[in-house]
């Protein structure tokens, strides 16, 4: 069964599961017993108040699931460097080699949680109850109720139970992780390596992580001690409210070293929300590929300074593309909110409600402009669709630019580069070792889209981009990239 995230996720796959992650692992995880790390200074005198308040409303996760006798079943799917992945690889390697047949086998893990709500609902995350058969709530009295799972989020890792209980149950609620600064007290309860209820403190070290676990990570970075078994337990502030659930940690060895990772309540309540109401998360989407804005992009942008987001696709028929977004616009505000970064755009496009009219700020050639997006519910499949073909170009000999081998797009080019029908610039066919363009990834078989954000169809459209960029000044060439698939990026050139 799954765990919490070491990172790295933090389940307890039975009492005693030994510690087997390799070194430096990071692994998503939960909250345990360990010394207190905190920041120089006084800490609070005490936090045995608001623990007792919110003490009943946290509850430990034990979940099953039946492991069939067949020689090609499956491991569970664990976040990368989980606990669990030891002990998995422990189960389902250890096959008897006589090829006599095996018998199914229960496979039990425990995790944490918290109610939400007295009528019975909880939170808690995805990994914990990933694939269970059977998911129990262990409450702080002793007493034990079966859960339901209401909805899922396997991006944000967060998910919504449901139990039926006698009489209503203590919850607690949500605080506002925006208003937390680094060097904020924060205490964490869960359940780690199956012990039961336990309380550590720290502090917040860092706020907005991205630790590569998926598409709207934005971290809280705790020392509180989180282990294994604590993952989806809740990190509150000194007032009681959760501002955070714990999900993973960074760890040689499986314990908590005071680098944890939660994630935070304005990324929860509205995915919590939307499970709630629908059973599923409905995200924004505008139909855009994106990538980060670089200094060498500031600069042959005109931006100053890097911030914003750079759009490298937008899908045909998308909102992006009927509001009048392009490729090779930088968004800095969208919907009232400063875009200062990509995961910025990514998270708050997702926010936003489907059928929504936003106000969209871009820079386009050096000018600001404010275009009107509607946005759409984000499809199950979000890949760019490509355009339409161009017309053949005539065979003309390659020509040489910056270093790279330039030539118009052919039928052979096509064939030998493996390159779709409906994308259109110029090819790359060779590039010096020795040159800016190889250092900077370009290569054989890449077509070039645009250069300076001007569209591309010779060598010699090229070209006469590279000069007037040269007379304006510029220090080096903005170029859009595309591979064979389609799938497109900005790179910076010099031009010395």
Do not use: C
Not at 55 to 75: E, F, G, L, Y
Not at 429 to 452: E, H, M, N, P, W
């Amino acid at each position: 069964m799954p765990a919490p995230f070491v990172p790295s996720r933090l389940l307890s796959g039975r009492s005693r599961l030994p510690a087997l992650l390799l070194a430096a692992v990071v692994a998503f995880g939960g909250i345990g017993s360990a010394p207190l790390h905190a920041a120089p200074g006084k800490g609070p005198d005490t936090v045995a108040d608001v623990a007792e308040k919110v003490m009943d409303a946290v509850v430990n996760i034990s979940t099953s699931q039946n492991v069939a006798p067949s020689r090609s079943v499956p491991a569970p799917q664990l976040p990368p460097g989980s606990p669990y992945e030891d002990f998995f690889d422990e189960f389902f390697k250890r096959r008897p080699e006589d090829g006599s047949e095996q018998r199914s086998r229960r496979v039990s893990s425990l995790g944490s949680g918290f109610v939400i709500d007295p009528s019975g609902f909880i939170v808690t995350n995805n990994h914990v109850i990933s694939d269970a058969d059977e998911i129990f709530a262990n409450f702080n009295d002793g007493s034990k109720l079966k859960a339901e799972v209401i909805g899922r989020d396997t991006k944000t890792d967060l998910a919504l139970l449901k139990v039926n209980p006698p009489k209503p149950l203590v919850a607690v609620k949500f605080g506002d992780s925006e208003k937390l600064r680094v060097g904020d007290w924060v205490m964490a309860i869960g359940n780690p390596f199956g012990l039961g209820g336990t309380l550590t403190v720290g502090v917040v070290s860092a706020r907005n992580r991205d630790i590569n676990s998926g598409p709207y990570d934005n971290f809280i970075q705790t020392d509180a001690a989180i282990n294994r078994g604590n993952s989806g337990g809740p990190l509150f502030n000194m007032e009681g409210e959760v501002i955070g659930i714990n999900t993973a940690i960074i760890s040689p060895s499986g314990g908590s070293i005071g680098i944890g990772f939660a994630v935070p309540s304005a990324t929860a309540q509205p995915v919590i929300a939307q499970i709630e109401q629908f059973k599923e998360v409905r995200r924004g989407w505008i139909g855009v590929r994106i990538q980060p804005v670089t200094e060498d992009i500031a600069e042959s942008l005109g931006l100053g300074k890097p911030r914003g987001a750079l759009i490298g696709v937008v899908t045909e028929n998308s909102p992006a593309a009927q509001g009048g977004i392009k490729a090779g616009d930088v968004i800095v505000k969208f919907n009232g909110r400063d875009i200062k970064e990509v995961r910025d755009l990514t998270r708050t496009v997702a926010d936003t409600m489907a059928d929504s009219e936003v106000e969209v700020v871009v820079i386009r050639k050096g000018k600001e402009e404010t275009l009107r997006v509607k946005v759409a519910r984000m499809p199950e499949d979000d890949k760019p669709e490509g355009s339409k073909p161009a017309p053949e170009a005539q065979k003309v000999p390659p020509r040489k630019a910056l270093g790279i081998e330039l030539s118009a797009m052919s039928d052979d080019l096509r064939k030998r580069y493996k390159i779709k029908s409906e994308i259109s610039g110029v090819v790359i066919t060779d590039v010096d070792r020795s040159s800016a363009a190889s250092d900077k990834g370009l290569k054989a078989g890449q077509v070039i889209v645009q250069v300076g954000q001007e569209a591309v169809a010779s060598p010699a459209d090229v070209e006469k981009q590279i000069d007037a960029l040269r007379k304006a000044g510029k220090r080096s060439a903005l170029f859009l990239v595309s591979d064979g698939e389609g799938k497109q990026e900005f790179v910076t050139v010099p031009l010395n």
